[in-house]
Antibody, heavy 123, light 110 residues
Framework: EVQLVESGGGLVKPGGSLRLSCAAS????????MSWVRQAPGKGLEWVGR??????????DYAAPVKGRFTISRDDSKNTLYLQMNSLKTEDTAVYYC??????????????WGQGTLVTVSS | QSALTQPASVSGSPGQSITISCTGT?????????VSWYQQHPGKAPKLMIY???NRPSGVPDRFSGSKSGNTASLTISGLQAEDEADYYC??????????FGTGTKVTVL
């Protein structure tokens, strides 16, 4: 059974930093493409970014609102995904979900979801 | 990248069929067969219901079906049930190698 467990959320001041972690189990993490998706309170889903598997280059892609401020990384030895968030803004307040990307005829998008961790950016 | 456009709300009676639209552009929905649909109940994480336009993951009832025509994808729920009341989001791969979600649709079972 795929399990994704996020941690590291909390209250941070504007301009501050926070690192989220996601512990993965139930699948071969090193082969997986992983993404972060966020949801502001009462709002819709927003794709944040992705990291490919090392065998596929390990490269990252980011949505425009977070590019240059957020960094996604992975530690395949620990089956853990990270999201380093710097220069946080109030509009980054959201529940952050760790997700896997599914593969069929190609990588088709978000598949499994964690339970999410709340990040609140406020002074 | 602008969010895909969905109706804010759709409603139906038990047993009826409803359809939720998801409109994008030729750079996302119209250009790729990587459209997914997600169901989200209040306070819960989303759940994948449809991938690659019309494929259902194991365990998803066949009451849920997906299709696409041009720049618009659709999710149809046939034989609507009370437990189908939730928010639904579409998502598409884009020409920028990113993903974009829809604005979300609240489904109400009357």
């Amino acid at each position: 059974e795929v399990q994704l467990v996020e941690s590291g959320g909390g209250l941070v001041k504007p301009g501050g930093s926070l690192r989220l972690s996601c512990a993965a189990s139930g699948f071969t993490f090193s082969n997986a493409w992983m993404s972060w998706v966020r949801q502001a309170p009462g709002k819709g889903l927003e794709w944040v970014g992705r990291i490919k598997s090392k065998t596929d280059g390990g490269t990252t892609d980011y949505a425009a609102p977070v590019k240059g401020r957020f960094t996604i990384s992975r530690d395949d030895s620990k089956n853990t995904l990270y999201l380093q968030m710097n220069s946080l803004k109030t509009e980054d307040t959201a529940v952050y979900y760790c997700t896997t990307e599914g593969y069929s005829s190609g990588w088709y998008g978000v598949d499994y979801w964690g339970q999410g961790t709340l990040v609140t950016v406020s002074s | 990248q602008s969010a895909l456009t969905q109706p804010a709300s759709v409603s139906g009676s038990p047993g009826q069929s409803i359809t939720i639209s998801c409109t994008g552009t030729s750079s996302d929905v119209g250009g790729y067969n990587y459209v997914s649909w997600y169901q989200q109940h209040p306070g819960k994480a989303p759940k994948l219901m449809i991938y690659e336009v019309s494929n259902r993951p194991s365990g998803v009832p066949d009451r849920f079906s997906g299709s696409k025509s041009g720049n618009t994808a659709s999710l149809t729920i046939s034989g609507l049930q009370a437990e189908d009341e939730a928010d639904y989001y579409c998502s598409s791969y884009t020409s920028s190698s990113l993903y974009v979600f829809g604005t979300g649709t609240k489904v109400t079972v009357l």
